[in-house]
């Protein structure tokens, strides 16, 4: 069954009810919602149009080359004081519309539908000179420039089709690539010659559009040094499932968690956080409370608690030695102001407790409350005392119910405030991701299976779901796997996949959060299919990164 692949933004925009207006001038490009046979007009500053509104007036006024483009709010549009359109512009409130014939008449544009099926107006049409293919990526060449918005993708078994409108071609075809035209509009296939549907990653410039093809499913795909990927359709308890694998030397790379841009209690995609940290690939992590996004579980990012543990759920550790770790073990923070020890109920919570941190990283306004003595505290030492919205760059904010205040009144600014922690974790931890249940331990199912899966609300272990796990091998690498449904079956439960990392020969396994959370991302590209369709945003990502020298 044929699949249809349309670049990531052609997805984006499909979603929207609208329909879009692709505009083409002077070799940019701006992509414009149309609204009863209008566009907006400011939205042309991106071609390098000036647009300028004056609301006293009620006039707007579009300049570009030599050309004066009035506006009034009577609807009229004027060039050069001379032509007039009578009935061809609206104003909505800040808003100015134009009307979409008489845009392509001011700017000599010419009328065209694109290869996924948008209006175009374009001034020029690309050429497609010439088409390459070699190892493993097809090329293809223009004079002029191309949009993302007037391309195609299809991929079926053993080949790929990409179709281009408007464009034409002097293009010849080459084994094992052919070159069809139509009107105003090209084809390129390509035959793979093997039985196995490519995954593609595209890449395009003004006048040059690249594909890379990727098969992993043909066996394991080298991404970096140390980390390869691989793509199996495989049965987990008799269900047909595909099967994504990082397979990871932690010697080489780094295993590390990250957090949305805008701090924790924000979320945000896997693929943006791949993208904002140019790693090689991440999964989803950690479990979260989805009425506020905070992530639920130990988290320590480069030796920093950004969040105190859940409870007696496996923990994922990337030690400063490069080892990984997968174990339960006990991890009690305290903080000691002066001489006094304090045990620490939550960092970066938005929930109550006698005593809370909160560093940097909290991407939400420290809660004030009238029961809680704050102190700021910077390089290990207390700067001020009383409440601020937002911890330092170096320190961080400890809020300690007023209950304890007479043993704290004689704290003040320049008194040492210091992290103790208790654990049995017997290295020094670098990276840590708290999640569940935990599918083996040392080459074993664990003893205690059953009251591993009632650690989990909502059936979470017993659940047919699409399933991310993390498991470390005998030799000290790392397997980080997604698995997603393919019979309808809504996926795996926690027995089938206990047999699976059995199988699999993996020494200690366990999940991280699963259904619509779960998503591997390759650099730019999704690899794994998400059972909504779509992606969800979470709090907090597992990333593979290249080590810096």
């Not at 609204?35 to 991106?46: D, P, T």
């Not at 519309?97 to 107006?121: S, V």
């Not at 102190?375 to 809020?399: Q, Y």
């Not at 007479?406 to 040492?416: C, H, M, S």
């Amino acid at each position: 069954m044929k699949v249809t692949l349309l670049l990531s933004i052609l997805l984006s925009v499909s979603c929207l009810v609208v329909a879009q207006v692709l505009v083409g001038f002077q070799g940019k490009f701006v992509s414009l919602e149309e609204s009863g046979g209008f566009v907006e007009v400011k939205e042309l500053e991106k071609l390098g149009l000036t647009f300028v509104l004056s609301e006293r007036s009620g006039r707007a006024y579009l300049i570009f080359e030599k050309k004066i483009i009035l506006i009034t709010n009577d609807g009229n549009v004027t060039v050069d004081f001379l032509d007039l359109y009578e009935k061809s512009a609206r104003f909505d409130g800040k808003k100015v519309l134009i009307k979409i014939e008489t845009l392509q008449k001011i700017l000599d544009l010419k009328l065209y539908r694109t290869a996924p099926g948008y209006m175009a107006l374009l001034d020029a049409v690309p050429i497609l000179r010439s088409v390459v293919f070699e190892k493993n990526q097809l090329k293809l060449n223009f004079t002029g420039f191309v949009s993302e918005h007037m391309i195609a993708v299809r991929t079926s078994k053993g080949r790929l089709t990409v179709e281009i409108a408007p464009c034409v071609s002097s293009a010849i075809s080459v084994e094992p690539v052919k070159i069809t035209s139509g009107e105003n509009s090209v084809k390129v296939e390509l035959d793979l010659a093997v039985d196995v549907e490519p995954v593609i990653v595209t890449k395009l410039e003004p006048s040059v559009l690249v594909f890379e093809l990727r098969m992993p499913m043909l066996g394991r795909e080298w991404l970096a040094n140390g980390v390869y990927w691989q793509q199996t359709t495989e049965r987990i308890g008799n269900k047909e499932v595909l099967v994504n694998y990082l397979w990871i030397d932690p010697s080489i790379v780094e295993l590390k968690p990250a957090i949305s841009s805008s701090g924790i209690g924000t979320m945000e995609s896997v693929e943006i956080m791949v993208a904002k940290n140019s790693a090689v690939a991440g999964v989803n992590a950690s479990y979260f409370d989805p009425g506020t996004g905070i992530p639920i579980g130990l988290l320590i990012i480069d030796g920093k608690i950004l969040q105190t543990p859940y409870g007696e759920r496996p923990i994922f550790v990337y030690t400063y030695a490069g080892t990984v770790h997968i174990e339960r073990f006990y991890f009690d923070l305290n903080v000691r102001v002066g001489q006094l020890l304090f045990i620490v109920k939550g960092v970066n919570t938005v929930a109550q407790g006698e005593v809370l941190i909160f560093t940097r990283e909290f991407g939400l306004q420290i809660p004030r409350r009238d029961d809680t003595l704050y102190f700021v505290v910077e390089n290990g030492k207390v700067i001020s005392r009383g409440w601020v919205g937002k911890a330092p760059e170096r320190g961080f904010v400890l809020a300690i119910s007023s209950k304890y205040e007479r043993y704290l009144q004689e704290v003040k600014a320049g008194d040492p405030v210091e992290y103790v922690i208790n654990t049995n974790f017997p290295y020094r931890i670098k990276h840590a991701i708290e999640a569940g249940p935990l599918l083996l331990y040392q080459g074993a199912p664990i003893p205690d299976r059953n009251q591993e899966k009632n650690r989990y609300g909502g059936n979470i272990a017993r659940a047919n779901a699409t399933r991310t796990l993390i498991a470390t091998t005998r030799d000290g690498k790392v397997a980080v796997v997604v698995i997603n449904d393919q019979s309808n079956s809504g996926g795996v439960n926690y027995d089938e996949l206990v047999d699976f990392c059995m199988s699999k020969g993996f020494y200690s396994a366990m999940n991280f959060d699963g259904g619509s959370s779960s998503v591997m991302v390759i650099k730019d590209k999704i690899v794994s299919r998400t059972p909504t369709g779509w992606t969800r945003a979470v709090p907090v990502s597992l990333l593979v990164m290249t080590k810096s020298d």
